[in-house]
T-cell receptor, first 111, second 113 residues
Framework: KQEVTQIPAALSVPEGENLVLNCSFT??????LQWFRQDPGKGLTSLLL?????REQTSGRLNASLDKSSGRSTLYIAASQPGDSATYLC??????????FGAGTRLFVKA | DVKVTQSSRYLVKRTGEKVFLECVQD?????MFWYRQDPGLGLRLIYF???????EKGDIPEGYSVSREKKERFSLILESASTNQTSMYLC????????????FGPGTRLTVT
């Protein structure tokens, strides 16, 4: 059974710092991996999608990497800003209708 | 832009009540999902629907049922609400070709007392 774990559960950093969020999954047979952002009391917004054949994806200050063999992904946020404060969720898809979500990392960027 | 709306942002119900959560999407998506989100557990799939009147059970369907009479609307029903169903409920929709590209509604925070 696929399981997705995110460490740390919460993180507080000063503005301007570069940071890395971690995601691990137990079964390397994935179709793709996504990183989502969730603001308090709101739904999820997809940030980056990495197909199983890809190693990384970039969008602005965000860079996500994927290492299927080790079952790991990282989300790198450069030059963090207070507006980046949110919960970041990692999710893997195995090709069917089920997407398996991690519990998320709650990020707080201090001004 | 895809828009997924949920009927209520906050809902308080009593134990034993029948509860309806409504979700509407405006992008003609074939697929719709209901999840619940609890601290430390992430999102867990309750039910999935791939067409009108068609559904599949997710990982935690017990205590829930669903209804999809129209393509744009997917309802989650708690037949007899219990306190352990207090949670955030999220609806999502996706096209027929990319089930993983899900668009989420804002969520309904349900409290059962």
């Amino acid at each position: 059974k696929q399981e997705v774990t995110q460490i740390p559960a919460a993180l507080s950093v000063p503005e301007g710092e570069n940071l890395v969020l971690n995601c691990s999954f137990t079964d390397s047979a994935i179709y793709n991996l996504q990183w989502f952002r969730q603001d308090p009391g709101k739904g999820l917004t997809s940030l980056l999608l990495i197909q199983s054949s890809q190693r990384e994806q970039t969008s602005g200050r965000l860079n996500a990497s994927l290492d299927k063999s080790s079952g790991r992904s990282t989300l790198y946020i450069a030059a963090s800003q207070p507006g980046d404060s949110a919960t970041y969720l990692c999710a893997v898809s195995t090709g069917g209708f089920k997407t398996i979500f991690g519990a998320g990392t709650r990020l707080f960027v201090k001004a | 832009d895809v828009k997924v709306t949920q009927s209520s942002r906050y809902l308080v119900k009593r134990t034993g009540e029948k509860v309806f959560l409504e979700c509407v999407q405006d992008m003609d998506h074939e697929n719709m999902f209901w999840y619940r989100q609890d601290p430390g557990l992430g999102l867990r799939l309750i039910y999935f629907s791939y067409d009108v009147k068609m559904k599949e059970k997710g990982d935690i369907p017990e205590g829930y049922s669903v209804s999809r009479e129209k393509k744009e609307r997917f309802s989650l029903i708690l037949e007899s609400a219990s306190t352990n169903q207090t949670s955030m409920y999220l609806c999502a929709s996706a096209t027929g070709t990319a089930l993983y590209e899900q668009y989420f509604g804002p969520g309904t925070r349900l409290t059962v007392t």
